[in-house]
């Protein structure tokens, strides 16, 4: 079955940093992948969307990356600051045999230390 | 910025009762969706809904669980006979696309207890 792992570890940097997430998915090949941000206790908030002939996805300090040879895809904040704490998701879909509705990986904590 | 509007922000309802959750998606959107989050886990999908019909729905989404669309705005999730485990953060979400350029725009969420 489809399988999304993101480190479920929290990952803990200075401010000023970058934070580097990765999500991971086997038996499936993604067409799109969107990484959302959520705060606790509120609704994911959209981030950037790659598509798999896109390698890379640049919006003001994000940067995404989607290598489908290795079934990952890196999410990176460049000058991290503490307003960036909060849980990171990816969610691909689409592709062949694959639903277009995104699912979501569990999440990691990023901690950004003023 | 246009916003996703869900109500009420909390529920609390005694197992076996129905809840109504609602929700008021983006006005130009055409696609809605419903996830759930129990507390400390990841957001699953629910069901899509489009053209006043479901599009796709998961596992979960079995016959307790029901959508409507009853007027031009409201979208609604309805959930007859709660159990415990039902218990949950229930998040709305809109997209003008099925695949959409800004991604899915979600609300608040209504949390639900199901005591």
């Known amino acids: 079955s489809q399988k999304i792992e993101q480190n479920s570890e929290a990952l803990n940097i200075q401010e000023g940093k970058t934070a580097t997430l990765t999500c991971n998915y086997t038996?499936?090949?993604?067409?799109?992948l969107q990484w959302y941000r959520q705060d606790p206790g509120r609704g994911p908030v959209f981030l950037l969307l790659?598509?798999?002939?896109?390698k890379e996805k640049r919006k003001e300090r994000l940067k995404v990356t989607f290598d489908t040879t290795l079934k990952q895809s890196l999410f990176h904040i460049t000058a991290s600051q503490p307003a960036d704490s909060a849980t990171y998701l990816c969610?691909?879909?689409?592709?062949?045999?694959?639903?277009?509705?995104?699912?979501f990986g569990r999440g990691t904590s990023l901690i950004v230390h003023p | 910025e246009p916003e996703v509007t869900q109500t009420p922000s909390h529920q609390v309802t005694q197992m076996g009762q129905e809840v109504i959750l609602r929700c008021v998606p983006i006005?130009?959107?055409?696609?809605f969706y419903w996830y759930r989050q129990i507390l400390g886990q990841k957001v699953e999908f629910l069901v899509s809904?489009?053209?006043?019909?479901?599009?796709?729905k998961s596992e979960i989404f079995d016959d307790q669980f029901s959508v409507e669309r009853p007027d031009g705005s409201n979208f609604t999730l309805k959930i007859r006979s709660t159990k415990l485990e039902d218990s949950a953060m229930y998040f709305c979400?809109?997209?003008?696309?099925?695949?959409?350029?800004?991604?899915?725009?979600f609300g608040s969420g209504t949390r639900l207890t199901v005591v």
């Open positions: 969610a691909p879909y689409g592709g062949a045999g694959g639903s277009y509705i995104p699912t």
């Open positions: 979400a809109s997209s003008e696309a099925p695949i959409p350029d800004y991604g899915y725009t």
């Open positions: 809904f489009y053209n006043n019909e479901i599009s796709e």
């Open positions: 038996n499936y090949s993604p067409a799109y």
């Open positions: 006005s130009n959107h055409l696609y």
């Open positions: 790659i598509r798999e002939n896109e």
